[in-house]
């Protein structure tokens, strides 16, 4: 079938479309139907099926002849080691790991933060979790101890699984630190830790609190995997919107696992037994979607990467990865490709390492710049295909269904949209726009099976925040239009959230920090452009009248503010002391305007500008910064 019939009959009839589709997917009791949409605008998707993530993800492959089949490649580019996991071992492991967790009390509905490096024993936590019905939170461990609280009083979590350190190139980051400040700021009181020694940095356990990862599971009877019901949440991942308070994206067990294993071979284009390979963190949601859940419940082998595709040693590693372990579909952001093509302009370095296993290269989590895409197609040799999606979608929006029929890339373009996704440019007033027009990107409700269906004890911020803007649609909070062949063209954010090496961040959060350095009077931080990371925070402080302290002082304690309290992931490096900041008459800071000036875009000075002259001491303060997006 083509992709145009594929859609067609999905828009004809969407339940018939989905109730095929889960039949894919092993139930304890099958759905009798798709869609609830008693209660919209929360729908549900299979809600009276009962099913368990672990046994789609694990069980049912090693009673179906895949106990052999390596589950799990843990890469470490860092440490140099290679360890693998068989579907088999995977079972036993997540038995061993939720039969301890049920012991010390943890059952269907509680939650457990997950904050660990990229080690095997994450997907192991995660799929232990699924397996008892408990919902699990995996945090970024690029996050600071801040950030960890804010989720940790956010989910009530009972435990949080760790571990005692990550691996940065150069660099032991220390985690346990970490979560014991996260536990001492967050209001709500855990009742233990799992923590997971590693050779390289271990840490102090306090008796009767924290556990050993391998101590905790001795003499456990393994746990079974429990029934849960379709619309049971399987996990709560907590993304940056405009504030500074995260948003936890909650995700029905159901829908996640019946919307990912289409994906599998429909756009990933990959058949069980092959090797699949999501160069992310399982701290954001192509790690739950793409490392954990997706291929393992395709009965795919996933690899977890534990390094950056340079420095670690060079830039070769993708190639060594890729044809050590015969990867089958690349996964990554553009700014990987972006940091290789770098280190290796002409990708002489591929010439050492045989990547004919490879079919096809995805690239998601930012816009993908065309000169990126056509080295690597050139380098490579093999499709680059740009997909769109989000946290919230946690599968591909938007794609080119390779798996179903590969459709002419068009460079610049995430390509078309996916079955359950009916997707309309929208003017200000929620018009709907003549095609190749720019407008707010929006999906017609329901959304699919596996999108939010809420967000996590915030059902009210779940409306404002995408459904009110234009009632009867999802707000994607980003711009774009759609040409006449139905191809989608993804061109920037609404609102302040940017993207800093495929890592969304919110400068709003970034901002309430800064307000409260005791010198800064009022503060500004936009999101300018990077060669490398695409974008990057740029914080703009005027300094309260009579201020005697230095401004690098001042500077300083701004940047180390933002490390402390987001983590190093932020990246916040540029800040300028400006006298004044450009406003409208009204008041509203023009941050769209600074945006323009700093990438020395067309600035085209709004009418309701207070004071154009300020415009030009922003520009004056960015050259001072030796920040090379300047013109
Ligand atoms: N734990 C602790 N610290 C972490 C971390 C983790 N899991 N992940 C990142 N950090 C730290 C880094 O050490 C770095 O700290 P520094 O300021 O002291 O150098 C900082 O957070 C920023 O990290 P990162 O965004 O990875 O930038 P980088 O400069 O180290 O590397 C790239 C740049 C492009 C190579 C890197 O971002 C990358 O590999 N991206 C691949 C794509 C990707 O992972 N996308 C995710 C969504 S698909
Ligand atoms: P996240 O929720 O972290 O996955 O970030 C999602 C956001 O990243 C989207 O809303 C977009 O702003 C951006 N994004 C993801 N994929 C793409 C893409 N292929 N092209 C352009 N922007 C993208």
């Keep these: 079938m083509s992709y145009a019939e594929v859609y067609a009959r999905w828009q004809a009839d969407p339940e018939a479309f989905w109730m095929a589709q889960a039949d894919r997917i092993d139930w304890i009791k099958p759905p009798t139907r ?10 549900r998707w299979f809600a009276d099926g009962v099913l368990n993530a672990c046994h789609n993800a694990v069980d049912r492959h090693v009673a179906g002849g895949r106990a052999d089949q390596v589950a799990i490649i843990t890469d470490s580019a860092i440490t140099g080691t290679v ?55 995996v ?4 996050f600071a101890a801040h950030e960890l609280a804010v989720r940790i009083d956010d989910a009530t979590p009972k435990a949080i699984i ?30 233990f830790t799992i923590i997971l020694q590693r050779d390289q940095l271990t840490c102090d356990l306090t008796p009767g609190f924290d556990h ?33 308070a995260p948003k936890g994206v909650v995700r029905h067990t159901g829908g996640h696992l019946v919307a990912l294993y289409w994906t599998m071979k429909n756009i990933y284009n990959v058949d069980p037994g092959d090797v699949f390979w999501a160069a992310s963190d399982v701290g954001w949601v192509v790690g739950h979607s793409y490392i954990c859940y997706g291929p393992l419940i395709h009965g795919n082998t996933t690899i977890v990467f534990e390094g950056k595709p340079v420095g670690t040693p060079d830039a070769s590693t993708y190639w060594r990865v ?31 390492y045989d990547i004919s296993s490879l079919r096809a290269l995805y690239l998601a989590g930012e816009r993908a710049d065309p000169d990126t895409v056509i080295w690597a197609q050139t380098v490579m040799k093999v499709p680059v295909y740009d997909h769109w999606w989000q946290t919230e979608s946690g599968f591909p929006m938007v794609a080119n269904p390779a798996g179903l029929q590969a459709l002419p890339v068009k460079i610049g373009s995430p390509s078309v949209p996916m079955p359950g996704y009916d997707i309309r440019i929208l003017d200000e007033a929620g018009v709907e726009m003549p095609r190749g027009e720019l407008g707010a990107i929006a999906i017609k409700l329901p959304l699919p099976p596996g999108t939010l269906p809420t967000l996590w004890n915030a059902e009210d911020r779940f409306q404002t925040a995408y459904l009110t803007t234009f009632p009867g649609y999802y707000e994607t909070g980003d711009a774009g239009l759609m040409d006449t062949d139905g191809y989608l063209y993804v061109m920037a954010r609404t609102d302040d959230v940017i993207n800093v090496a495929g890592h969304r961040l919110s400068t709003g959060a970034m901002e309430e920090i800064l ?10 931080v936009i999101g300018v452009a990077d060669d490398l990371k695409g974008q990057l925070p740029m914080g703009f402080v005027c300094t309260n009248k009579g201020t005697t302290r230095p401004e690098a002082e001042i500077v300083a304690d701004c940047i180390r503010m933002v490390r402390d309290a987001i983590g190093p992931v932020a990246a916040f490096k ?17 941050r769209r305007t600074m945006v323009s000036v700093c990438d020395g875009a067309e600035v085209k000075v709004p009418a309701t500008i207070d004071d154009p002259a300020i415009l030009d001491e922003i520009r004056v303060a960015v050259r001072s910064l030796g920040y090379g997006g300047v013109a």
């Design 34 to 43: 798709a869609l609830d949409d008693s209660n919209a605008p929360f729908y």
């Design 83 to 137: 360890i693998r996991m068989t579907f088999a071992e995977l079972q036993a492991a997540t038995a061993s790991l939720a039969g301890a967790l049920r012991d010390k009390g943890i059952g269907m509905g509680d939650r457990v933060i997950i904050y660990m490096p990229m080690v095997a024993e994450a997907i192991v936590a995660m799929l232990a979790c699924a397996r008892i019905g408990a919902v699990h939170s």
């Design 139 to 142: 945090v970024f461990g690029g």
């Design 162 to 191: 760790g571990a005692s350190c990550g691996l940065e190139p150069g660099r032991t980051v220390a985690y346990k630190p970490l979560i014991d400040a996260a536990v001492a700021q967050a209001r709500h009181k855990i009742d």
């Design 212 to 244: 050993d990862w391998h101590a905790v599971q001795q003499g456990v009877v393994p746990a079974d995997c429990v029934p849960v019901a379709g619309d049971h949440p399987a996990y709560v991942l907590y993304t940056s919107g405009t504030t500074g």
């Design 322 to 352: 890729i044809q050590d372990h015969k990867v089958r579909s690349l996964f990554t952001a553009p700014t990987a490709f972006r940091a290789i093509k770098r280190d290796d302009p002409t990708g002489a370095l591929i010439a050492g």
């Design 515 to 524: 307000a409260n350095h005791p010198d800064v009077a009022e503060c500004a």
């Design 574 to 590: 540029l800040v300028a002391v400006v006298d004044r900041l450009p406003k409208t008459r009204s008041g509203k800071i023009l």
